[in-house]
C-alpha cells in the first residue's frame, strides 16, 4: 500500500486522530502521536478571529513547537472569514487547514456551519475556493454522507473540494440527521471515494484492529479517522497500526501501563491548562480510561468530588493498587478493551 500524502507530507501510517472538541487538545494530540497516530486534527476553532481571545480558543491555537505536520480545523459559514482564519492559524504555525462540514451538533449548525454547510453546495464551493486561495499549505475538508438520508450529497462535495484544490477529504459515514447513531455507512463512503482522485479518509465507529481492517477493505480509503475509541484508549493507534502491518493482535495493555499512561495524561492536563481547570478536564478522561474495570463507577463518583492535583494523583494510584490486589489479580493482568 503507498504512502498517504497530504501536500507535502507523507503520514508515517494510514492512521488520524479525528478532531473533537473539548478532546483533542495539545495533551492528548500528543498522547496519541506517542502511541502511533500519523496525524492529529486540533480541537474545532471558531473562524470569528475576534472570538480568538477567549481563554478556551487561546488553548486550542497552534503551537509551534509541536510535532509536523500541525493540522488545525477551523468552522464556520462565511467564505471571507474562514479565509482570514485559516491565514492567521498559518501565521500561529498551522501547517495543515482542515474544513470542519461533519460536526452535527445544534449549537454549530444552527449557525450554518459544520454539516448543515452541505445544504448549499454554492456556499460549499465559495468556502473551499477562498481558503484554498488564502494559504499556501494543503487544506483538507471533513464532511458526512450527506445532510439526510434523503439527501446524500457526499459524492457531488467530494468532487467539488477536488475541483477547489481540497488535498485530502475525511468521510464520517453518517449523515448530519443521524448524529452518531446507527450503523455507519461504509458503502456510501466507498462511493465517495470512487467519485475522485484524492485521498480519502474513512470515519466512525472505527473500534478494534480487525474494524480498521474491515472498513480499509470496504471502502478502498487511504487512510482512517479514528475518534471516539481513542477516549481513554490511547493505545488503540498502536494496536490498529501493529495489525495492518502484521495481521496479528497486539496483547492489550496491562494494568501498570495504564496506570502510568493515564497518570502521565492527568499530569500533562494540569500542567496545560492550570490547577483548576487541569483537575475539571482529568475527570472525564478518567472516566473513560477507567470505564471497563470493576469499581470504576464507584471511583468516578469520589473522584469527581476531588480539587486538587496531588489528591487525583494519589486517588489514582491507589484505585490501581486495589485493582492489582483485588481477587486473582496480577500486575501483568491485561485490561479489556
Not at 498522547?31 to 486550542?60: H, Q
Not at 493482535?249 to 502521565?264: C, D, F, I, M, W
Request: proline content about 4%; some cysteine.
Amino acid at each position: 500500500m503507498s504512502a498517504v500524502r497530504i501536500g507535502p507530507y507523507t503520514l508515517t501510517n494510514r492512521l488520524i486522530l479525528a478532531p473533537m472538541a473539548g478532546v483533542t487538545d495539545q495533551p492528548f494530540r500528543q498522547l496519541c502521536r506517542r502511541f502511533g497516530a500519523a496525524l492529529e486534527v486540533s480541537e474545532m476553532l471558531t473562524s470569528d478571529v475576534r472570538l480568538w481571545n477567549s481563554r478556551k480558543s487561546r488553548l486550542r491555537m497552534p503551537h509551534a513547537d509541536e510535532p509536523e505536520p500541525r493540522s488545525v480545523q477551523i468552522a464556520g459559514g462565511d467564505p471571507q472569514m474562514l479565509a482570514e482564519a485559516a491565514q492567521r492559524n498559518v501565521e500561529l504555525g498551522a501547517q495543515i487547514i482542515d474544513i470542519n462540514m461533519g460536526c452535527p451538533a445544534k449549537k454549530v449548525c444552527n449557525k450554518a456551519a459544520g454539516s448543515a454547510l452541505m445544504r448549499d453546495e454554492r456556499l460549499v464551493a465559495d468556502i473551499l475556493e477562498a481558503v484554498v486561495a488564502a494559504v499556501d499549505v494543503p487544506v483538507t475538508l471533513k464532511i458526512r454522507t450527506g445532510w439526510d438520508r434523503q439527501n446524500k450529497n457526499g459524492a457531488t462535495i467530494a468532487r467539488i473540494a477536488e475541483q477547489s484544490g481540497i488535498a485530502a477529504l475525511a468521510v464520517h459515514g453518517r449523515t448530519r440527521a443521524d448524529l452518531y447513531t446507527g450503523e455507519a455507512e461504509y458503502d456510501t463512503i466507498a462511493a465517495i471515494k470512487q467519485a475522485v482522485s484524492i485521498p480519502v479518509f474513512a470515519n466512525g465507529d472505527i473500534d478494534s484492529p480487525h474494524k480498521a481492517a474491515r472498513v480499509l477493505q470496504v471502502t478502498g480509503a487511504d487512510g482512517l479517522l479514528i475518534g471516539r475509541a481513542a477516549q481513554g484508549r490511547p493505545w488503540i493507534f498502536r494496536e490498529v497500526e501493529h495489525y495492518l502491518r502484521t495481521g496479528e493482535l497486539l496483547a492489550a495493555p496491562t494494568l501498570g501501563e495504564v496506570e502510568s499512561t493515564l497518570l502521565e495524561h492527568v499530569q500533562a492536563l494540569h500542567e496545560f491548562y492550570g490547577e483548576v481547570m487541569g483537575v475539571r478536564i482529568a475527570r472525564k478522561h478518567v472516566g473513560w480510561y477507567l470505564a471497563t474495570l470493576p469499581g470504576a463507577r464507584d471511583f468516578r463518583a469520589r473522584f469527581n468530588h476531588l480539587e486538587d492535583r496531588d489528591a487525583q494523583g494519589s486517588s489514582i494510584r491507589q484505585f490501581f493498587a486495589e485493582q492489582r490486589s483485588g481477587p486473582g489479580s496480577v500486575d501483568g493482568t491485561e485490561v479489556a478493551a
